[in-house]
């Protein structure tokens, strides 16, 4: 019987660092910098410090565990298998108003590697125009060229100059491993035509700053054994002795002191009342559901949220867990031609399942290799005939706003090289209603799964401490579909999705619609009121959330200047998703690592 730790695959390299679930093991209680978060960024800093600054202490705290070993995590075939389990927060929402009072999971990862061992390995950028907006929006030295340097510098992309991909835009030397998969479904080997008679291009150089196409997308796969390449696996190894990890350990507060006229922070609490203290810095790389929290919970951010929690507030930061912005995503879902089969196999089959699981551990071909891969980006002129009319729509509803986002989202409507659709083709049964019960004539039966993503839906939302306890999970309201906008995009957007379906040849491997169902969305026009019902009942994340501690001026709402440091206490930064300004159409993992990556080159420069 296979035992995973007797696999050099799974035994991640620490000799040269002290890895601890208890503080007594952790040598010293004072480090030159803490980092609070050991995700997808945390541990990518924390290996880049580690490396450029070999004199001095570094300590990552994780809440989670490490979890070198676990199936669920390394498999790429078994992505999302960990969501809700112990290596998720388990976050959810609060009743969402616009999705007629439904209650939203909100996962992201508690475990060493963050969100980067949960997600679905999607491995793609944004375009030149989004990235450079966080310049154009008050933040010297973020623009697109510089940007994508330190994406590159993150990656090591095995797929260069292939079938599917070019050269342009992808690092080659990076910790992080990414390939265009090398398990394709038979279902999916028309998704480019399909594409292109719909007048879609090909586009092999997607992670160049233009993402406009159809594509068979990269994933942070480690091609020499086919597993999950992640912060955890990828950067920790490379980072030296001077960096501790203390993982299972939560953190209360980041300690601020008075320091001459200002502020400075001097260390961490621990929930069990521990205090570690930092010498230079400390760093919160918490994600963006936590991060902000972590800054309420220190006395920093809006006084009466502050007060009514029973915190002393000590720095006026309003900005401080609002502007939170997420992508949206609903699916359709089809029945298989019984000569196609899908992943669904795995989930019923147990026996062929275990058969794909041995080949997938001895490192041979097997259905276990399988992450997404077919993906388009579209504007709203590609993608819809009412296109005109959402434009207008949007520009009725926000041109007066003056927030930075909604100005930017705004601008971006009528930008044609930036897209506001995804449609993913996943395979195998992805949706709402769920796959066919046993007593189902329909059980064992394979599918394919539609996701058609909105890239900026208008609604932004926040994150909070609970006042009445301070200590326990945050109050997390996105408010999706708040706005006729992001209803009417939603719309369109799930509209495209089966258009493409009924399109040859794809529209060649199904025999029928499972979801919604051509009963419940007859097929034609007219049908915009049962596809609003539609939209309203079934939404969900797609689990990007970002802005919460925006790269912003302090009077635009902003929470870190362009350097990363928090408003008023100048050895304090943030380093994640949050301190994005701006959702941009990607999946975040590329964005947060860049992050990373610049971040160590600002504080480097500054030790």
């Keep these: 019987m296979f035992s995973p730790s007797s696999k050099s695959l799974f035994a991640l390299i620490t000799v040269c660092l002290v890895i601890s679930s ?8 004072d480090y030159d910098y803490i980092i609070v978060g050991g995700g997808t960024a945390g541990l990518a800093l924390a290996t880049r410090l580690s490396q450029r ?3 001095s202490t570094i300590l990552t705290i994780e809440a989670g565990p490490h979890a070198p070993n676990e199936l669920g995590i390394n498999v790429p075939a078994r992505r999302g298998t960990t969501l809700g389990t112990k290596y998720d927060w388990n976050f959810t929402t609060v009743p969402q108003n616009g999705l007629r009072s439904r209650v939203l999971p909100q996962n992201r990862g508690k475990v060493l590697g963050g969100s980067s061992a949960l997600n679905y390995m999607t491995w793609n950028r944004a375009t030149a125009n989004e990235y450079q907006s966080w310049y154009d929006l008050g933040n010297p030295g973020w623009t697109y060229r510089a940007f994508s340097e330190r994406m590159q510098r993150a990656e090591n992309c095995t797929s260069v100059n292939s079938e599917w991909y070019g050269d342009k835009g992808v690092g080659r030397t990076g910790p992080i491993r990414a390939n265009i998969n090398r398990y394709m479904p038979a279902q999916q080997h028309g998704w480019i035509e399909t594409l292109n008679r719909l007048g879609i291009e090909t586009n092999r150089e997607y992670n160049g700053g233009n993402s406009i196409g159809v594509s068979y997308q990269t994933n942070s796969i480690d091609p020499t054994h086919y597993n999950r390449s992640y912060s955890a696996n990828s950067y920790l190894p490379l980072a030296g002795r001077n ?5 299972e350990t939560e953190v209360a507060k980041v300690i601020i002191e008075r320091f001459k006229k200002g502020w400075k922070a001097t260390g961490v609490t621990l929930l ?10 400390v760093i919160i790389s918490a994600g963006s559901l936590v991060s902000p929290v972590l800054l309420e919970r220190s006395g920093i951010g809006r006084k009466p949220i502050l007060d009514a929690a029973g915190i002393k507030q000590l720095i006026d930061l309003p900005g401080v867990g609002e502007n939170l912005q997420d992508h949206i995503r609903i699916t359709t879902s089809y029945q298989l031609k019984d000569n196609y089969t899908s992943i669904d196999k795995l989930n019923y089959n147990a026996t062929f399942a275990a058969e794909q699981l041995q080949l997938w551990i001895d490192g041979k071909y097997s259905m276990y290799d399988y992450a997404g891969s077919a993906y388009t980006f579209q504007t709203w ?20 706003s003056t927030n930075p986002a909604d100005k930017t989202k705004l601008k971006w409507l009528s930008d044609p090289t930036v897209p506001e659709l995804e449609v993913i083709l996943s395979d195998g049964y992805l949706g709402v209603k769920g796959y066919p019960p046993r007593n189902s004539s329909l059980y064992g039966k394979h599918f394919f799964t539609f996701v058609a993503a909105i890239m900026h839906p208008f609604s932004r939302g926040t994150v909070h401490i609970n006042t009445t306890s301070p200590l326990s999970k945050p109050v997390i309201d996105p408010r999706y579909l708040s706005n ?6 939603a719309i369109a957007g799930i509209k495209r999705a089966r258009e493409i379906a009924l399109s040859p040849p794809l529209r060649d491997v199904w025999v029928s619609e499972y979801e919604p169902g051509f009963g419940a969305v007859p097929l034609g026009d007219g049908q915009d009121e049962k596809w609003r019902e539609y939209v309203l009942n079934t939404t969900l994340s797609i689990f990007h959330p970002l802005g919460t501690c925006a790269m912003l001026p302090r009077t635009e709402g902003g929470v870190v200047d362009n350097n990363l440091r928090v408003y008023g206490v100048p050895n304090l930064r943030v380093v994640d998703a949050s301190i994005m300004p701006v959702l941009i159409s990607a999946h975040l993992q590329t964005g947060a690592y860049g992050i990373a990556e610049k971040a160590a080159d600002i504080i480097v420069e500054a030790a």
């Design 22 to 29: 208890s503080l007594a093991n952790v040598p010293v209680k």
């Design 53 to 55: 600054l070999p004199k």
């Design 243 to 247: 960096l501790e990890v203390l993982t």
């Design 272 to 281: 069990d009342g521990t205090v570690i203290s930092a010498r230079k810095e």
């Design 381 to 400: 002129s590609q993608a819809s005939n009412t296109s005109t009319k959402i434009q207008a729509l949007a520009s009725s509803l926000f041109r007066d």
């Design 484 to 489: 006729e906008y992001d209803i009417q995009a």
